[in-house]
C-alpha cells in the first residue's frame, strides 16, 4: 500500500472514532474453540411462505435454543430466530411487503439473486423502524438454494448475528422432473456458530473485529445440540454458512462420501461424489446424502474437520449435528446421472480485468477497539464510485490476498460468477467452486479470479468481503452497471 492510501485510510479511520496509530500486517487472535452439547435437541425445520404473495416483518423476541438456553433474539416473520424459507417458481415475481418492527433501521438482501439495485438492499438503503417497504422484482435465478438476510451500513454483522436470516429457494419443472428427493427429504440446514455464554449479545472486542466474531456453540436451524431423526433413504441437504465468521469443513463422522449436486448458483450439471465440503461465510452447498447403509438405532453425525490455511481456525474437529436412524424405509430414488447444464464462460470473452487488494493492513484502533479492513486501500463510501461496469460484458476480477494474514470470502451482489483459477495456497478451484457462485474464498497467500457477466439491471451495488466483521469495518466497495 503506498503513502497516499495509508494517509488516506488512517484520515478516513479517524472520521469513525478510530485512533489509527499503529499499523499491522498479523494478529495472534485464533477462533474460540466449539464446545459440543448434548445432541438431543430436534431441529425446527423452517416454515415455508410463497414469495410471489408475502408479507414479512422483523421484530425482537426471547428463544429456547435448546439445553435450556433462553436468549434475545431477532426473527422474521413471527420466528423467535431466523425466519421462513420463501419459495418461488423461476421466472416468477417476488412480491413482499415488509415491515420493520425493530428498534432500528434494515433491509433485505436477496444473497445471490440477480435483482434491481433498489431492491438488492444496498447498505443506505433502510427501512427506519416502524417503516415498510415493498418487494417486487421477477425472479430469474437458476433452481437452486438462495437466502436473505440483513444489510444495513454498519449494523449487517449485528444483525444477522442475533438472527436475521431466511432460505430463498427456486425450483423449476426441469428441476422438479429429476425426481430429487422432495417434501420431508428436502432439508435445509443453516449452521451458524454463537457466543451463547454472553447471553447472544453482540458486543465484539478488538480480536473479534480483527478475525471475526466466533462462538463456542455450533447452532443448526436455530437450535444448539441438534439432532434429526431420518429414515433409511436418500435426504437432500441445502448446506449454508450462515455464520459471521467460522468456515466450515462439512463431513460425515463415519468418512462415508457422499455427493455434490448444487452450488451457490443452483445446481451442478452432473452429481460429484465427495467426502468433505469446505465453506466460508454465506457459501452454500446441496447435496444427497444416503443413509440406506445404516442400521435402524444406528447414529452419526455432521461435523466439522479440521483444515488448514489460515492460522486462527480449522484446528479443531466438532461435531455439528446428530443423525438418528430411526425407521426402515424404502428408496426409489435414483441417482441421476446429468442434473442441469451449466454455461462455461469462456476467459476470451472478456472485456477487462480488475484486481483487487484484500490483503491489505488493518487499523486496529484505540480507546474505540474499532478495527477497519480495507479494499483495495480505501473503505467504504456510500458516495463514491469505485468501479463502473457496462451491462451485458464480461470481465475477470482478481481478489488478491497474496500478502494478506487473513481470510477473506468475497461477495459480489446482484450478480453469479464463475471461479476461474487459484494461484497460492490451495493452488487450485475446489470441485465445490464450480458451476454458479456468488462468493469465494481466498485464503492467505492465494489470489483468486472469477469470470462475470453482468446483467441488465444498472445501478449502484456493492461486493465485500462476507466476513460481516470485516464488512462492517470498511472492507466493501461500490459497483455501477451502466
Known amino acids: 500500500m503506498n503513502a497516499l492510501k495509508i494517509i488516506s485510510f488512517c484520515t478516513l479511520a479517524a472520521l469513525v472514532g478510530t485512533m489509527c496509530h499503529k499499523m499491522d500486517m498479523g494478529t495472534n487472535a485464533i477462533a474460540r474453540d466449539v464446545v459440543e452439547n448434548p445432541f438431543v435437541n430436534p431441529i425446527p425445520i423452517p416454515s415455508i411462505l410463497d414469495a410471489a404473495n408475502a408479507t414479512l416483518d422483523a421484530k425482537s423476541n426471547t428463544a429456547s435454543l435448546g439445553s435450556g438456553t433462553t436468549v434475545n433474539t431477532l426473527g422474521y416473520g413471527g420466528a423467535a430466530i431466523l425466519g421462513p424459507t420463501l419459495r418461488i417458481q423461476q421466472g416468477s415475481t417476488l412480491n413482499l411487503a415488509f415491515s420493520n418492527n425493530l428498534s432500528e433501521a434494515t433491509n433485505i438482501h436477496w444473497h445471490g439473486l440477480e435483482v434491481p439495485a433498489a431492491q438488492d438492499g444496498y447498505p443506505t438503503d433502510v427501512t427506519m423502524p416502524g417503516g415498510s417497504f415493498q418487494y417486487n422484482f421477477p425472479v430469474n435465478n437458476r433452481p437452486g438454494t438462495y437466502w436473505y438476510h440483513p444489510h444495513p451500513d454498519l449494523a449487517t454483522a449485528s444483525q444477522a448475528y442475533r438472527g436475521l436470516a431466511g432460505f430463498f429457494i427456486i425450483s423449476s419443472p426441469d428441476e422438479e422432473a429429476l425426481g430429487l428427493p422432495g417434501g420431508d427429504y428436502d432439508v435445509p440446514l443453516v449452521v451458524q456458530d454463537k457466543r451463547l455464554d454472553a447471553g447472544l449479545i453482540y458486543n465484539p472486542n478488538t480480536d473479534d473485529r480483527t478475525i471475526g466474531m466466533f462462538g463456542e456453540s455450533v447452532l443448526v436451524n436455530g437450535t444448539q445440540g441438534a439432532m434429526l431423526e431420518v429414515a433409511t433413504r436418500t435426504y437432500r441437504f441445502r448446506l449454508l454458512n450462515g455464520s459471521n465468521a467460522r468456515i466450515y469443513n462439512f463431513a460425515l463422522s463415519s468418512g462415508a462420501k457422499f455427493h455434490l449436486i448444487g452450488t451457490d448458483g443452483g445446481l451442478l450439471d452432473a452429481p460429484v461424489e465427495v467426502s468433505n465440503i469446505l465453506l466460508s461465510p454465506g457459501e452454500r452447498a446441496d447435496v444427497l446424502v444416503n443413509f440406506g447403509g445404516q442400521a435402524v438405532g444406528s447414529e452419526l453425525y455432521l461435523q466439522s474437520n479440521t483444515f488448514s490455511g489460515t492460522e486462527s481456525q480449522g484446528k479443531q474437529t466438532f461435531k455439528i449435528l ?3 436412524v430411526a ?37 486496529h484502533g484505540g480507546m474505540s477497539a474499532m ?14 464510485r469505485d468501479e463502473v461496469v457496462n ?7 482478481e481478489f488478491d490476498n497474496t500478502t494478506g494474514t487473513e481470510t477473506h470470502p468475497m461477495h459480489i451482489h446482484g450478480v453469479q460468477f464463475q471461479v476461474l483459477n487459484r494461484s497460492g495456497g490451495r493452488s487450485a478451484v475446489q470441485v465445490w467452486e464450480k458451476g ?11 489470489k483468486v479470479s472469477i469470470i462475470i457477466r453482468f446483467p441488465g439491471n444498472k445501478g449502484k451495488f ?17 459497483f455501477e452497471i451502466q
Open 322 to 324: 446428530k443423525f438418528k
Open 462 to 478: 456493492v461486493f465485500h468481503c462476507h466476513n460481516l466483521e470485516h464488512e462492517d469495518g470498511g472492507m466493501m466497495l461500490n
Open 391 to 397: 451491462a451485458g460484458t464480461t470481465e475477470i476480477w
Open 371 to 384: 478495527v477497519m479492513h480495507p479494499l483495495d486501500g480505501k473503505l467504504f463510501d456510500a458516495n463514491r
Open 327 to 363: 425407521r426402515q424405509e424404502t428408496d426409489n430414488s435414483i441417482l441421476p446421472n446429468a442434473l442441469m447444464p451449466v454455461e462455461v464462460i469462456s476467459a476470451s470473452v472478456a472485456v477487462a480485468t480488475r484486481s483487487f487488494n484484500i490483503g491489505h493492513m488493518m487499523s
Open 436 to 446: 454458479w457462485k456468488d462468493t469465494v474464498l481466498a485464503f492467505p497467500g492465494e
